[in-house]
T-cell receptor
Framework: GAVVSQHPSRVICKSGTSVKIECRSL??????MFWYRQFPKQSLMLMAT?????????EQGVEKDKFLINHASLTLSTLTVTSAHPEDSSFYIC?????????FGSGTRLTVV | GQNIDQPTEMTATEGAIVQINCTYQ??????LFWYQQHAGEAPTFLSY????GLEEKGRFSSFLSRSKGYSYLLLKELQMKDSASYLC?????????FGKGTRLHILP
């Protein structure tokens, strides 16, 4: 149980464009979704927490207008990186709250050129 | 403030035993996780400790002392595939905070 599907796994986009990352819970309902970012050789940094049907809560230093999170249903949460820049290149991972929260999506490697 | 400390890198030999330590100071504590992460992949769950003591699961064991803010992950009979980063994470105040991870190198 607790299968999470995250897409795309890799994306390369031009600077200034937007990229949408989807995270679907396939066999359970995710009321809460955590979005993490991981730069090379660093640990996961929590970006924001979203709850189904309400606005996301962003961590300090994370621009809410740049990283748009939508959690409109219990099985789908999306993260849109708007006006992407090379410094946004990173590994983005979703993690739905399941019990004590031990599962992760497979991650999305974003490269902005 | 919240802080999780673990060594940056460790090296061990195939077949040996290695212990990765983690100390934490967090606001709120609901449990401590250990995850394994291979390069370019998402973390995978290894263990979860809520109460003090040792939890054993095959070759991997995890220990927790809440009063000391301390945990360790013990890996036995090391295999080459155990070369990875090991992340200590603490659950508290409605979110999970991760340490910076320990890169474990296994030598043949």
């Amino acid at each position: 149980g607790a299968v999470v599907s995250q897409h795309p796994s890799r994306v390369i986009c031009k600077s200034g464009t937007s990229v949408k990352i989807e995270c679907r819970s396939l066999d359970f309902q995710a009321t809460t979704m955590f979005w993490y970012r991981q730069f090379p050789k660093q640990s996961l940094m929590l970006m924001a927490t979203s709850n189904e049907g309400s606005k996301a809560t962003y961590e300090q230093g994370v621009e809410k207008d740049k990283f748009l999170i939508n959690h409109a249903s219990l099985t789908l949460s999306t993260l849109t990186v708007t006006s992407a820049h090379p410094e946004d290149s990173s590994f983005y991972i979703c993690s739905p709250l399941v019990g004590y929260g031990y599962t992760f999506g497979s991650g999305t490697r974003l490269t902005v050129v | 403030g919240q802080n999780i400390d673990q060594p940056t890198e460790m090296t061990a030999t195939e077949g040996a035993i290695v212990q990765i330590n983690c100390t934490y100071q967090t606001s709120g504590f609901n449990g401590l996780f250990w995850y394994q992460q291979h390069a370019g992949e998402a973390p995978t769950f290894l263990s979860y400790n809520v109460l003090d003591g040792l939890e054993e699961k095959g070759r991997f064991s995890s220990f927790l002392s809440r009063s000391k803010g301390y945990s360790y992950l013990l890996l036995k009979e090391l295999q080459m595939k155990d070369s990875a980063s090991y992340l200590c994470a603490v659950s508290g105040d409605d979110k999970i905070i991760f340490g910076k991870g320990t890169r474990l190198h296994i030598l043949p």
